[in-house]
């Protein structure tokens, strides 16, 4: 199995090739829109700020590269605000795969939303085998409004889209690759897609 890795101006990406590591499989972190089309399966995770990825996706063609994708995609983190239609972060059009808005966390002294906090009314794939509001791990000031894509919500502040699903792409607000055995788990589920 070819697990892509998508390379773009974001963070955190060493911890989610080392999970993936972890489950057996050598992923290949890249930003040829080839080897990402080849792949098997395709993640898209980080930390950063939207309009600046959104620009470095544009301007190597892979916004198109990534709409255009067939087989099991995951986004992480922004990976899930770039897949979402618009970003409050800085005003930014991200690729519209899921048709919902990301918001900033009204102010708060409790914002970013850091550390774990449990999902809820979880559904699909990516959770099977998971225990009833598991606990996974947060680091955003950013989230996803709830919608028909939502397979997965957290209150922190007010509800939100802790998962999102809508054919081949699956998205995820949360750290799989900071949640212990419960994020192995949603790694090891999407990987067997």
């Not at 225990?131 to 950013?142: A, K, N, R």
């Not at 957290?154 to 998205?171: E, K, V």
């Not at 607000?173 to 192995?184: A, L, Y």
Request: charged fraction near 20%; charge should be negative.
């Amino acid at each position: 199995m070819t697990v892509a890795v998508v390379r773009y101006n974001a963070g955190n990406i060493l911890s989610v090739l080392n999970a993936v590591k972890r489950l057996g499989v050598e992923p290949v972190l890249t930003d040829d829109p080839a080897a990402l089309r080849a792949a098997d399966r395709v993640i898209f995770p980080g930390q950063g700020e939207a309009r600046s990825a959104m620009r470095y996706l544009h301007e190597r063609g892979l916004d198109d590269v990534i709409r255009s994708l067939t087989q099991p995609v995951l986004g992480i983190c922004i990976g899930l605000h770039l897949l979402c239609r618009h970003s409050e972060e800085n005003d930014t059009p991200c690729l519209g795969l899921f048709d919902a808005r990301v918001r900033k966390f009204p102010p708060n002294e409790k914002v970013p939303h850091v550390g774990w906090n449990t999902i809820t009314n979880a559904s699909g794939p990516l959770f099977e085998g998971l225990p009833p509001e598991p606990y996974v791990y947060f680091l955003h000031s950013y989230f996803a409004e709830r919608g028909p894509y939502t397979t997965a919500v957290t209150d922190y502040i007010l509800p939100f889209s802790a998962a999102l699903h809508r054919d081949n792409f699956h998205a995820v607000q949360f750290h799989p690759e900071k949640s212990g055995s419960v994020g192995e788990t949603i790694l090891r589920n999407f990987l067997n897609l």
